[in-house]
């Protein structure tokens, strides 16, 4: 079965910098869209970032477009999100998310991805 599986969460000062992973595993084939989305305490799941793992291709909220970045092993098998200049509005947990087609327009969509991983906690203080 699919699997999603994130790391890398912590604790930083506002101004700081974050690397999240997301390594995904039972998959036959890259045809996937894999997004990251954050959901703050009491807050709703918001979309943060995805990318299209055939082509590299990227899409981000455009609260973090420009401080987050989103990467992949060449085995296109671990999505990473370099986040920097973190605030602490960024704080929540987040889960990285797949489905397998293309990212498109309704990336941004929760309701539209099958596959979740548990979530890592990220904290910002000021």
């Known amino acids: 079965h699919v699997q999603l599986v994130e790391s890398g969460g912590g604790s930083v000062q506002a101004g700081g910098s974050l690397i999240l992973s997301c390594a995904a595993s039972?998959?036959?084939?890259?045809?996937?869209?894999m997004a990251w989305f954050r959901q703050a305490k009491g807050g709703e799941r918001e979309a943060v970032a995805a990318?299209?793992?055939?082509?590299?291709?990227?899409g981000y909220a455009g609260s973090v477009q420009g401080r987050f970045k989103l990467s992949q092993d060449y085995t296109q098998s671990t999505v990473y999100l370099q986040m920097r200049s973190l605030k602490p509005e960024d704080t929540g947990m987040y889960f990285c998310a797949a489905r397998p087609d293309l990212c498109g327009g309704t990336w941004g969509r929760t309701s539209s991805f099958q596959t979740w991983g548990q979530g890592t906690q990220v904290t910002v203080s000021s």
């Open positions: 039972g998959y036959t084939d890259n045809d996937r869209c």
């Open positions: 990318i299209y793992i055939p082509n590299g291709s990227t």
